[in-house]
């Protein structure tokens, strides 16, 4: 299994910043996941990064707002643009690939703009 | 279209006293991983257990088990003689066979154990 390490874990940010949370994995990896976990809810995918290639958002998300990188197989960021109170959430990495089934997360960033 | 329903929002039990939580998944796919995690106030989210569609044994882990009927789509999670540090939110998920598939998640079921 994956071990996956997240940084920052918790942050307070002011409202138009923006904050970049990075992942790191412990071994090469074809696709890293980002999700969204707002107060009380379930976790929504946010967006799939591959690397060498732009990352796939889902539905309702965007790359201006949630812009992602993924120089190398083993390193992903997802940057929180322009915060708003409303995205307050946690947010969470994951990996995948060929040969990986467990679905591992990373320990989950919380945010707080205010 | 895939789908993960915990109709149970919330529920409280005393102490020792046995829980079960209940998960029923849609999915065309005829391979497909279901999985049930837990996440305590941290906001971490601790992988319990991952389940293979073609695997219907079902599978206890000391006081946890698990009954994955594949004929009515539910992957229900049983604790035994419950314990304080039970307490959480558990999500069942979803996820196709595919290295691709993205995993589906339910809307999540907060457990409380008062002492």
């Known amino acids: 299994s994956a071990v996956i390490s997240q940084k920052p874990s918790r942050d307070i940010c002011q409202r138009g910043t923006s904050l970049t949370i990075q992942c790191q994995v412990d071994?090469?990896?074809?696709?890293m996941f980002w999700y969204r976990q707002q107060p009380g809810q379930s976790l929504t995918l946010i967006a799939t990064?591959?690397?060498?290639?732009?990352?796939?958002?889902e539905s309702g998300f965007v790359i201006d707002k949630f812009p992602i990188s993924r120089p190398n197989l083993t390193f992903s960021t997802l940057t929180v643009s322009n915060m708003s109170p409303e995205d307050s959430s946690i947010y969470l990495c994951?990996?995948?690939?060929?040969?990986?089934?467990?679905?591992?997360f990373g320990q989950g960033t919380r945010l707080t703009v205010v | 279209a895939q789908k993960v329903t915990q109709a149970q929002t919330e529920i409280s039990v005393v102490e020792k006293e046995d829980v079960t939580l209940d998960c029923v998944y849609e999915?065309?796919?005829?391979?497909?991983?279901l999985f049930w995690y837990k996440q305590p106030p941290s906001g971490e989210l601790v992988f319990l257990i991952r389940?293979?569609?073609?695997?219907?044994q079902n599978e206890i882990s000391g006081r946890y088990s698990w009954n994955f009927q594949k004929s009515t789509s539910s992957f229900n999670f049983t604790i035994t003689a419950s314990q304080v540090v039970d307490s959480a939110v558990y999500f069942c998920?979803?996820?196709?066979?595919?290295?691709?598939?993205?995993?589906?998640f339910g809307s999540g079921t907060r457990l409380s154990i008062r002492p």
């Open positions: 990064a591959n690397q060498g290639s732009e990352a796939t958002y």
């Open positions: 389940r293979n569609s073609f695997d219907e």
């Open positions: 999915t065309r796919d005829t391979t497909y991983y």
């Open positions: 998920a979803l996820k196709g066979y595919s290295s691709a598939s993205k995993i589906i």
């Open positions: 071994s090469q990896v074809t696709m």
């Open positions: 994951s990996v995948g690939g060929t040969g990986i089934t467990e679905a591992f």
